[in-house]
């Protein structure tokens, strides 16, 4: 968990991109613009910020190139992920849907689980994965949520999975609590 904490921590520099990019894998170009903000600030808040994705992206890639132990099994390094505006899209509403009713889980408040959403969102790949969380304050938090558990810790490692985003709202309470959702996609 060491190494997790010293890879999040550094600080990423990301590239501003268009929010209206046409392609359903947004690759994250470089611009003008550069914010900087280390992994451990990233909040709930910035990740609605296109110019943040990068950085997410890159925490994400950087965990999927070492070989992992999630639970008893140990997965190889695996393939970089590409960021996906439907995967953010449907990501997205998860987390207000969660936010809104106070619940965490796959399945929203209309009934509708991972492949329903995946599907109402226009994602056209062949399957996906998802992970909730809730609380966590920053990136770093919930990264290291995620990865201490072992079947979060394999969606993050799946060899499968070629597309990725990871959104996150917070409810309206005096605390604002954080309500994160992580998405993957096979095209």
């Not at 929010?19 to 992994?39: E, G, M």
């Not at 995967?87 to 492949?115: C, P, R, V, W």
């Not at 979060?152 to 605390?175: E, G, I, Q, V, W």
């Amino acid at each position: 968990m060491d190494k997790l904490k010293l890879l999040l921590i550094f600080t990423f520099f990301i590239s501003a991109c268009s929010a209206n990019a046409p392609d359903s894998s947004t690759p994250v170009s470089p611009s003008v613009d550069q914010i900087s903000k280390s992994a451990i600030e990233i909040s709930c808040q910035d990740l609605r910020n296109p110019a943040y994705q990068q950085s997410i992206l890159n925490a994400i890639n950087e965990i999927r190139q070492h070989p992992r132990h999630c639970g008893q099994k140990l997965y190889p390094a695996v393939a970089p992920l590409v960021w996906n505006s439907h995967l953010y899209n449907s990501a997205f509403a998860q987390s207000e849907d969660m936010a809104k009713y106070n619940f965490l889980g796959h399945i929203s408040t209309a009934g509708l689980d991972l492949k329903a959403r995946l599907k109402l969102y226009h994602f056209k790949g062949r399957g996906g994965g998802e992970n909730v969380a809730r609380g966590q304050k920053n990136l770093n938090e919930v990264m290291a949520t995620w990865l201490a558990s072992p079947v979060h810790c394999a969606n993050l490692m799946h060899p499968k999975f070629t597309d990725y985003a990871l959104a996150c709202t917070s409810d309206r309470s005096a605390k604002q609590k954080a309500y994160w959702t992580q998405q993957f996609g096979v095209l």
